[in-house]
């Protein structure tokens, strides 16, 4: 090997050495002394610029080391700044993940929307929308009342849309939120009416008191790019997620009511197995379809965890809104059929969630 090849080679190799250690910043006072004085300033030049452009420098200064006297040929380093492309690591970008509380309130959020959503269908399919008051012992106008409901769904929805973009100013949207629910039922509402508005709203406190986390405040307030749940390529997948999610709600709300379809699917046992067994189907083939399937365990786990929590409010705040407004009529919740499917739904986010962190599971994502 010639001599001109060897300090050829030396040099490319203390360059890459150079770049490959990008975050270290190697001392400059410790680069090999063949480097000529040219290079050495286009480095300089470079450096706090990206990678891309280490590669001109690494090409630039080459054909310096030509100017000097080695005597280089174009097609030599060409083929050198190549091999200096394909060596040289890309920097990988990190996202932040999204803390597990945040997901969780953000779809509390969506079922609550969905809650407004499904009141608003089965109206509209009795024939009753926009006729009849939806907010107990309140005077306020009955279009207002359809009104505000509407408004407060959207709100809902702006929020949790925001909590899992990571947009901080989905807090303040929710103390708003907050603040005006109750002072419309200050305002329109008797005792009776307000004190179940505090307690149903037990549960917002709760959220906006885990928002503002030492954890959470840190995820929110960074500048730092999030990981969302699913790309946007992933439409089937949320969509199949929806339908389910959706499904069995209703299904288990008219199980806690009373009101399934058929009478019949009680009294043989059946409830609404059935059904449940089809939406969760419908997971599994989101499953099928999605080739990264590590990255959506965790957020599959978290839903039914979310679906779970909300459930179980709403049929106990539906009881306690019944004995307090309405204590002289008769009315009974099935909770002996819902019960066990809420706990269950539960009990198979949180195998999720603990599937989700095994070792194995975690190397792929």
């Known amino acids: ?4 090849s060897d300090k050829q080679t030396k040099f490319v190799s203390e360059f890459l050495s150079f770049g ?16 000529p004085p ?22 630039g200064a080459l054909i310096s080391t030509n100017a000097c006297g080695y005597g280089f040929s174009i097609v030599r380093i060409s083929a050198d700044a190549a091999n200096a492309i394909s060596l040289i690591r890309t920097p990988t970008t990190h996202k932040m993940k999204r803390p597990a509380a945040i997901s969780i309130i953000a779809y509390v959020l969506l079922f609550r929307v969905l809650s407004m959503f499904t009141m608003a269908c089965r109206a509209e399919v009795g024939g009753y929308f926009g006729a009849v008051a939806i907010y107990p012992h309140s005077s306020l106008p009955i ?12 709100a809902n929805l702006w929020a949790s849309n925001g909590l899992l973009r990571g947009d901080q100013r989905a807090r303040p949207a929710l103390i708003l939120i907050f603040i005006l629910g109750g002072a419309l039922t200050l305002a329109f509402s008797d005792a009776a009416a307000f004190k179940v508005w505090l307690v149903s709203d037990t549960l917002s406190i709760a959220m906006l008191a885990a928002l503002y986390t030492r954890k959470i405040n840190h995820y929110l307030n960074a500048t730092e790019a999030k990981a969302s749940s699913f790309d946007r390529k992933d439409r089937q997948v949320v969509a199949l997620h929806a339908v389910a999610v959706f499904g069995t709600y209703v299904i288990l709300t008219s199980l806690f009511a009373h009101v399934l379809p058929t009478d019949s699917a009680v009294s043989h046992g059946y409830g ?31 839903l039914l965890i979310a679906l779970a929590s909300f459930l179980a409010y709403q049929c106990v705040i539906t009881q306690v809104t019944v004995q307090i407004l309405f204590p002289k009529l008769a009315i009974s919740f ?12 539960a009990a198979a986010g949180i195998a999720l969630l603990v599937a989700g962190r095994s070792p194995t599971i975690e190397a792929k994502n």
């Open 143 to 154: 279009f207002a009342q359809w009104l505000s409901l509407g408004g407060f769904a959207l």
């Open 20 to 35: 490959d250690r990008a975050l270290k910043i190697r001392r400059f006072d410790k680069m090999p002394s063949a480097l």
């Open 38 to 59: 040219l290079s050495s300033l286009k480095i300089l030049f470079f450096w706090p610029l990206s990678h891309v452009r280490m590669y001109t420098v690494l090409t």
């Open 272 to 302: 609404p197995a059935p059904f449940l067994a089809l939406f969760g189907g419908l997971i599994f083939i989101a499953y099928g379809i999605k080739a990264d399937r590590a990255s959506m365990l965790r957020e599959t786990a978290l």
């Open 1 to 4: 090997m010639s001599i001109r």
């Open 334 to 345: 099935d909770w002996n059929h819902t019960a066990p499917w809420v706990i269950a739904i």
